[in-house]
């Protein structure tokens, strides 16, 4: 498994922006899946952004569509999530996670998370 320590969560007004970064050690960064996933209070942890190991292929969930970036530099075990235009809704703990090609998330490594807060 690898071990992850996600950075760069804070208070922010809404319409502004944050980058979450995540940082990956004890195995090969670069043959992971790496997400970013939120928990907001009272909600499921959904994912909100995905990349494939090299990066050509991302996902997201709708409701960050357009704001959300996420990225990965192989070379610095990093994954990032640039937030744009960010809401109150987008209030949560974000949690990075990876996983292999045949586990699901659940069997995956996780980091602790960190808070992200949007005031309106």
């Known amino acids: 498994h690898v071990q992850l320590v996600e950075f760069g969560g804070g208070l922010v007004q809404a319409g502004g922006s944050l980058r979450l970064s995540c940082a990956a050690s004890?195995?090969?960064?670069?043959?992971?899946?790496m997400g970013w996933f939120r928990q907001a209070p009272g909600k499921e942890r959904e994912l909100v952004a995905a990349?494939?190991?090299?990066?050509?292929?991302?996902q997201y969930v709708d409701s960050v569509k357009g704001r959300f970036t996420i990225s990965r530099d192989n070379a610095k075990n990093t994954v990032y999530l640039q937030m744009n235009s960010l809401k109150p809704e987008d209030t949560a703990v974000y949690y990075c996670?990876?996983?292999?090609?045949?586990?699901?998330?659940?069997?995956?490594?996780w980091g602790q998370g960190t808070q992200v807060t949007v005031s309106s």
């Open positions: 990349i494939r190991w090299n990066g050509a292929n991302t």
């Open positions: 996670a990876a996983r292999d090609v045949i586990s699901a998330w659940s069997r995956g490594s």
């Open positions: 004890g195995s090969t960064f670069s043959m992971y899946e």
